[in-house]
């Protein structure tokens, strides 16, 4: 499920908002080419309010260790590497022509980010496998698969980790704005993603409506001084 971002900037904001967002404040020259690049060869990319957010929350967290599932062609993977450089950027991608393109990117930002040509359920399987954990997880893949990610980014993340999904309000349909008859499975599967979501155990979830809106999930599980000490979520 691709979604015609060239045609139509405003899947939940209006398209001149998302505009307007778009060209505010500063913004790295290679972003910029980025998003010509994706409007010329109609390449799906963040939505200009979404890549405010990632940013801001990446910022903010500076997370040690970032793990991005759909690269595409780089553009989130180094609006995240722009917001802390610091941070160990893992992009992983099945799809090995964007790979080309966004490592070219990297290297013109000189961004040093890890790139796995991968499917991103094969990559978490090893990682888990391997006990490795991240700080923040971003997943901007196939939307019909979220539900099946799951149990596997709960695992992976790290205690007081971030994990954020992109387009799980997939243009306000999931929310109940009128869609056509053959988004119906996409809708569907999104809404038992959401409903699987708000019973995890220890984490707190928040749906932004921003973009194709975002799901940000917040691993609520803290290591205390000399221990664990879980932040247990009480109703
Ligand atoms: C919307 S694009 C990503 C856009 C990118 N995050 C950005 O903002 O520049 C979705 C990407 O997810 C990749 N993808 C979809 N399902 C995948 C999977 N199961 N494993 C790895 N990559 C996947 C596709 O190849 C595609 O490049």
Redesign the pocket.
């Known amino acids: 499920m ?2 015609k971002r060239w045609k139509n900037l405003g899947e939940i904001l209006p398209q001149e908002v998302e505009e307007f967002i778009g060209s505010f404040g500063k913004k790295e020259e290679i972003l910029i080419e ?1 998003e010509e690049y ?1 409007k010329r060869e109609k ?4 939505l200009p309010s ?2 405010q957010l990632l940013r801001l929350l990446v910022s903010t967290l500076k997370p040690k260790k970032v793990l ?12 995240i590497y722009f917001a802390n450089r610091s941070s160990q950027v893992t992009t ?4 090995r022509k ?2 080309e393109v ?1 490592r070219s990117f990297f290297k013109r930002a000189e961004a040093s980010i890890k790139v796995v040509e ?6 978490i399987r090893e990682e888990l496998s391997e006990g490795r954990k991240y700080d923040f997880i ?1 997943i ?3 939307k019909g ?1 979220y539900p099946f990610f799951n149990y596997k980014v709960q695992a992976l993340i790290e205690p007081g980790g971030m994990v954020v999904f ?2 799980v309000l997939f243009r306000g349909y999931v929310a109940g704005r009128k869609y056509e008859r053959r988004y119906e499975r996409s809708v569907a599967l999104l809404r038992l993603f959401l409903n699987q979501v708000k019973e995890y155990p220890n984490f707190r979830s928040y749906l932004i409506g921003v973009g194709d809106g975002l799901l940000v999930i917040e691993n609520l599980v803290y290591n205390g001084g000399g221990g664990s000490e879980p932040g247990f979520l009480r109703d």
């Open positions: 691709e979604f980025i994706a390449v799906p990319i963040l979404s890549a991005e599932i759909g690269t595409g062609i780089g553009y989130s993977t180094l609006n992983v991608d099945s799809n964007r790979l966004a991968s499917d991103g359920f094969d990559f971003f901007d893949s196939t698969e992109d387009n």
